[in-house]
């Protein structure tokens, strides 16, 4: 996700027909918005998970397995990633209804497109917007986890921001093999269909993402997290780059100068994955 001097937004589509998302990375936002946002007379229910400070319009007490999730959330990407944990704080806006919500993002963020979920990164905090739905849980561990992601790293490419955000939004006893997204995989696999890391390193744009790119880039994260010890060392070392600052390179020409038979690997990975 690149950070420019300009409103950056990018809408989220899955495969299994949910609504369309957003999680935009603000530059050049005025922070009158998120002063009032933290202006604590306004949120009558308030919590923290971990580093995440909750505010809302509802009780949240209905719902304390879902932002302990949100503190084991943030303990679980740093551990997977090798991210250090970050001091700053990130902070979730809920709200009890979809009137509520836009009648909120409306005021305080009308250029934005309406989309079930917000993820904002301003030079401070980032934040997460939400409200009650269906989905509810799996819109706030997905934009959770990008909030967690930009806290510590000053850029995440495209790809690699919502194939990480794919993965993570699964409760955690079902990242590995609960997504709706492996049953796709695997029956691409059986036919010797290896998606192009490639071309998905050159979207820069979310309007250029389709739903089976955000298949392939969960298909691709899982590999690196589950199918060679290789490419999940290249991945860690590829964002301790970023976090140094020091000019990462691409990733696929790392990982295939660490794992030059990949693209098997990755057919092996899930035909044998269950």
């Known amino acids: ?25 603000v530059a050049a936002l005025t922070t009158a918005p998120v002063a ?8 009558p229910y308030e919590m923290t998970a971990g580093k995440f400070r909750c505010h809302a319009t509802f009780d949240l007490a209905g719902h304390q397995p879902l932002f302990r999730e949100l503190a084991q959330l943030e303990q679980d990407v740093s551990h ?35 989309r079930r ?3 904002v990164k301003n030079r401070g905090p980032g934040m997460v917007f939400a409200h009650l739905n269906q989905e509810f849980a799996v819109d706030l561990r997905h934009e959770s986890t990008h909030a967690v992601l930009h806290s510590s790293l000053p850029m995440v490419p495209l790809w690699l921001d919502e194939g990480l955000a794919e993965y993570f939004e699964a409760p955690q006893a079902e990242r590995a093999s609960g997504n709706p997204h492996l049953n796709g995989v695997k029956w691409a696999v059986r036919f010797g269909r290896v998606p192009s890391l490639e071309q998905l390193e050159a ?39 970023i976090r140094a600052s020091t000019p990462p390179g691409v990733l696929s020409e790392r990982l ?19």
């Open 203 to 241: 979207k820069a744009d979310l309007s250029e993402m389709d739903r089976g790119d955000y298949r392939n880039s969960w298909a691709w994260t899982h590999f690196m997290l589950h199918g060679s010890r290789e490419a999940h060392d290249e991945l860690v070392s590829y964002l301790a780059d």
């Open 1 to 25: 996700m690149k950070v420019h001097r300009v409103t950056i937004c990018k809408q989220h589509h899955v495969a299994s027909q949910r609504t369309w998302r957003l999680a935009c990375v």
């Open 80 to 114: 997977t990633l090798g991210i250090p944990h970050s001091d700053e704080p990130m902070h979730v806006y809920l709200f009890g209804n979809q009137l509520l919500y836009r009648q909120y993002l409306g005021q305080y963020f009308p250029a934005v497109p309406y």
């Open 256 to 274: 295939r100068r660490r794992v030059p038979d990949m693209d098997r690997r990755f057919l092996d990975h899930f035909r044998n994955w269950r």
């Open 117 to 119: 979920a917000l993820f």
């Open 36 to 43: 009032d946002a933290e202006d604590a007379s306004r949120w």
